[in-house]
Every structure is written in C-alpha cells, then in structure tokens.
C-alpha cells in the first residue's frame, strides 16, 4: 500500500487564453523549487520538553503528527513562553559524583579515555625498602573488566611493556576454553579459573616462574562456584588473587558479600601460619574516607558501608597491612577505579577499590606501590607492587 498523504489534492482549474485581453505586464515570479515533496519517514527519539522542569522522556517515539501539534500547541501559548521553554532544554543537568543516574543521552557519550601512551610511564622503580634493599619482585594486578576487551584496547601491549614477574588479573569474564590467544605471553606459565556462569566474574595468573602449586577457591562449595580466588606458592610466600564480590545495587547482596569477607579471612590466616602472604586484586571496598572522592554521600552504597570497611578493618588487625597506605598515609587522590561515564577518571572523581595486602612480617620488604592512572582500557587502572622477597 502507497503511503498516504496529508491533505486534498487542490481542484483543476479551467484553462484561460489571451484572446481579447491586453498582454499584463511581466510579473517577478519567484522560480518554483526543484525539491519535490515526498512523506518523511517517521522520525523516532526525538526529544520534546514535557513541561520547562522535566527532562526529556528518551524511552517515547514521536510520529510527525505528534510532533506537528505539540509545535503548533507551543505557538498558541505565545512566543515569549516558547523561548523559556528553549532556553530550559539546554541546561546542563547537575553531576554530583559517578554514581549519579543518567540524565542526558548527550552526557553519557562524555565517556573515558581509553587508548593508553606507553612512552608517558616510567615502568622502573627508584626507591628501595625500609631496609636500604632495592626491589626484585614486581607484581601487576589489574581488573580488566573482560579480558576480550581489554586485548582489543591493546590492552597485552601494555602488559609486556610492565614486564611484571607475576600478572594477577581480575574479572576476565572467559573461561579457559575460550581465553583469546593474546593472553597466552611468552615468557609466562598461565592459570585461568572458570566460573559456573558464563561470563562472569573469573580471576587469571601469569608467572615468569612456575609456581610450587595453584589452587582455585576458597575449599567453600557454596562462595567457590564464581571462580573469585586464585592462590599460588612459592618459595617465599603465597600470592592470592582475589576478585571480591559487590554488595551490588540498593545492598541486595550485601549478606552475601559479609559472607564472603569472612570466609576469605580465615582462609588467608590459614596460609598465614605456613608463609607470608602478598594479597592482591580488586576488594570492592574504599576503606578510609580519604580512599573516595565522596565519601558523605556514598555512606549507604556498595563499597563504602560501614559493614563492609569494618571487615577491612578486621581483616588488616588479622596480621595484614595495606601497603599503599602503609607508604603513603596521608595521599588523597589516588584511585583506582572510576565511573565509565561523565569523564569521571578525566576530573579523577573515583574509588581506591584496588589492593596489595602483606602480612605484617614482611611489610619492610615493600619497596613502593604505584597506581598506574594513565594506563587505560579499564574502569580500573593496574596496581604494581615492587618488593625484595629473595
């Protein structure tokens, strides 16, 4: 079926001669358009003011009628209330912080940087431990956010520049059987988890030194389904590699998050008694106010609740030390994790989500702890521990 069109066709008229009449004078006539008129499609998710204090619905589709009479309903009103209305569809909505809903399709395209300059980073470290010794140990822990994003972000090129003695990865969100190639560094013995749920969660290890041994888990069957855990022995010490669930959106997994502190707890304690232990990876909480841009009105948001920093706090008084603030008590600013949206890691508006925990026998050893904020491909940056373990 043809489209219809608006409106009657106008009526013939008679054709006239010149027989009789005086020839008029020439008229200027202005010369008819080539355009030719044709129904527009219609048009979708065009956005329309409801009143001068409500933003746009985008979730609506508004044909060409619709749209017609909301214009001509506009002009009735008067021009003087038509401009008002103009002028209060370009004001910028007010953005708090990163956990501030979507206001404005134009303001979630102010998204992150994501391509990394490898020539701004010094990879070197140039300080030396509480004893006078200079590092022999580099660790890289970094959550990835999906590892087959990260590999198209060029994300390995980074990793082989670092050229870090262990790579600890968090969230890689692929199983073993479908780890891209790219991951597979020469020069490094791999270890993958593989979570019960596809593409979810999932923690990676790369060491240029085979470790004594590697286990997955916590030895819990109803926490261990997610594949959160990763601990490998070596000579000196273990590292665990840990991915600690959210307490997620309005706290709806919080029991299970307290769940998981707890668990996590006894089991480092464990390997406590038998060697020192580097924890590293992505622990989903900011622990002291001064490790979040806002803390006031983050007090009831997942990674910030006073349930959950109490379990930092008890698990740091178990025998642990956060190295990060065991160097730098005082530093504000330095994040790890930042909101993908409105430029949040452009004005550093973030969270220090990302940890490297030592037992406290071993927390001379530290050499220094660096936040790698320039390096993108993440809503996480990578986290480089140097050490003198040997």
Same mark, same amino acid.
């Given at each position: 079926?043809?489209?219809?069109?608006?409106?009657?066709?106008?009526?013939?008229?008679?054709?006239?001669?010149?027989?009789?009449?005086?020839?008029?004078?020439?008229?200027?006539?202005?010369?008819? %358009?080539?355009?030719?008129?044709?129904?527009?499609?219609?048009?979708?998710?065009?956005?329309?003011?409801? %009143?001068?204090?409500?933003?746009?619905?985008? /979730?609506?589709?508004?044909?060409?009628?619709?749209?017609?009479?909301?214009?001509?309903?506009?002009?009735?009103?008067?021009?003087?209330?038509?401009?008002?209305?103009?002028?209060?569809?370009?004001?910028?909505?007010?953005?708090?912080?990163?956990?501030?809903?979507?206001? *404005?399709?134009?303001?979630?395209?102010?998204?992150?940087?994501?391509?990394?300059?490898?020539?701004?980073?010094?990879?070197?470290?140039?300080?030396?431990?509480?004893?006078?010794?200079?590092?022999?140990?580099?660790?890289?822990?970094?959550?990835?956010?999906?590892?087959?994003?990260?590999?198209?972000?060029?994300?390995?090129?980074?990793?082989?520049?670092?050229?870090?003695?262990?790579?600890?990865?968090?969230?890689?969100?692929?199983?073993?059987?479908?780890?891209?190639?790219?991951?597979?560094?020469?020069?490094?013995?791999?270890?993958?988890?593989?979570? !019960?749920?596809?593409?979810?969660?999932?923690?990676?290890? #790369?060491?240029?030194?085979?470790?004594?041994?590697?286990?997955?888990?916590?030895?819990?069957?109803?926490?261990?389904?997610?594949?959160?855990?990763?601990?490998?022995?070596?000579?000196?010490?273990?590292?665990?590699?840990?991915?600690?669930?959210?307490?997620?959106?309005?706290?709806?997994?919080?029991?299970?998050? #307290?769940?998981?502190?707890?668990?996590?707890?006894?089991? !480092?304690?464990?390997?406590?008694?038998?060697?020192?232990?580097?924890?590293?990876?992505?622990?989903?909480?900011? *622990?002291?106010?001064?490790?979040?841009?806002?803390?006031?009105?983050?007090?009831?948001?997942?990674?910030?609740?006073?349930?959950?920093?109490?379990?930092? /706090?008890?698990?740091?008084?178990?025998?642990?030390?956060?190295?990060?603030?065991?160097?730098?008590?005082?530093?504000?600013?330095?994040?790890?994790?930042?909101?993908?949206?409105?430029?949040?890691?452009?004005?550093?508006?973030?969270?220090? #989500?990302?940890?490297?925990?030592? %037992?406290?026998?071993?927390?001379?050893?530290?050499?220094?702890?660096?936040?790698?904020?320039?390096?993108?491909?993440?809503? *996480?940056?990578?986290?480089?521990?140097?050490?003198?373990?040997?």
């Amino acid at each position: 079926m043809p489209p219809k069109r608006r409106g009657r066709p106008p009526k013939a008229k008679p054709a006239e001669t010149n027989e009789g009449k005086e020839t008029p004078k020439k008229k200027r006539v202005k010369e008819p %358009s080539d355009k030719v008129e044709v129904d527009e499609p219609v048009r979708k998710r065009t956005r329309i003011p409801k %009143s001068k204090n409500q933003s746009y619905d985008e /979730t609506e589709d508004y044909s060409n009628s619709e749209i017609e009479q909301k214009e001509k309903a506009g002009k009735k009103k008067g021009a003087k209330k038509d401009t008002k209305a103009k002028k209060d569809t370009k004001v910028k909505p007010k953005i708090s912080d990163e956990n501030t809903e979507p206001i *404005h399709e134009k303001y979630l395209r102010i998204t992150n940087k994501t391509e990394t300059n490898l020539n701004e980073i010094d990879f070197d470290c140039h300080k030396e431990n509480a004893d006078g010794e200079k590092a022999d140990l580099k660790i890289c822990s970094w959550n990835v956010a999906g590892i087959r994003a990260l590999v198209k972000k060029k994300g390995m090129e980074y990793l082989l520049k670092e050229d870090a003695d262990i790579i600890a990865l968090q969230e890689t969100t692929c199983g073993a059987s479908e780890m891209p190639q790219e991951v597979n560094l020469d020069g490094y013995y791999s270890y993958y988890t593989d979570s !019960v749920k596809n593409d979810y969660c999932g923690v990676a290890l #790369l060491s240029k030194v085979q470790p004594i041994g590697v286990t997955v888990g916590l030895q819990d069957e109803e926490l261990d389904t997610e594949a959160r855990v990763m601990t490998a022995e070596f000579d000196t010490f273990y590292l665990v590699n840990v991915y600690v669930p959210t307490a997620g959106q309005n706290l709806v997994t919080l029991p299970k998050r #307290l769940k998981f502190n707890q668990a996590f707890k006894w089991y !480092v304690q464990g390997l406590d008694k038998k060697k020192p232990v580097i924890i590293c990876g992505d622990m989903n909480v900011a *622990h002291l106010e001064i490790d979040l841009k806002d803390s006031k009105n983050n007090r009831r948001n997942a990674g910030y609740t006073t349930e959950e920093r109490k379990d930092m /706090t008890e698990l740091l008084e178990s025998g642990f030390v956060d190295s990060f603030r065991f160097l730098y008590p005082d530093k504000t600013d330095a994040y790890t994790y930042w909101h993908y949206f409105y430029n949040s890691r452009g004005k550093n508006i973030g969270w220090r #989500l990302d940890y490297f925990l030592v %037992s406290e026998r071993i927390k001379n050893k530290i050499c220094d702890i660096v936040n790698r904020d320039k390096v993108y491909g993440s809503d *996480h940056c990578p986290v480089i521990f140097y050490g003198k373990l040997s």
